[in-house]
């Protein structure tokens, strides 16, 4: 009984800290300048829950967001992109 305790309690902090580790990974190799479609396609091979937004709103930057975590508790990485480079990334917890 313990040890079914210990890994309903361990498997959640697991997955935040696997998808911590992917998001900031994920946001650290985007650098500006770099291919949008690249990092899209390297959150989707991560397994991330990925969303893009390629149609914004006129003088807006287009975004792909991708994120990771258990339940509430998810860490995010935002990348704006424009003419296919990255201009910006940020990452930030949701909780």
Known sequence: MTAVL???LAWPAVRVW???SQV???CAGAVAGASAAEQEAKARASGLNVMSWKDPKPGRPA???ASGGF???RWV???EHADG???ATRT???D
């Open 85 to 87: 480079k990255v201009l």
């Open 77 to 79: 990485c935002v990348v």
């Open 71 to 73: 339940s509430f508790f």
């Open 24 to 26: 900031t990974d994920l």
């Open 92 to 94: 930030f917890v949701v």
């Open 63 to 65: 975004i792909i967001s």
């Open 6 to 8: 210990c890994l309903v």
């Open 18 to 20: 696997q998808a911590r």
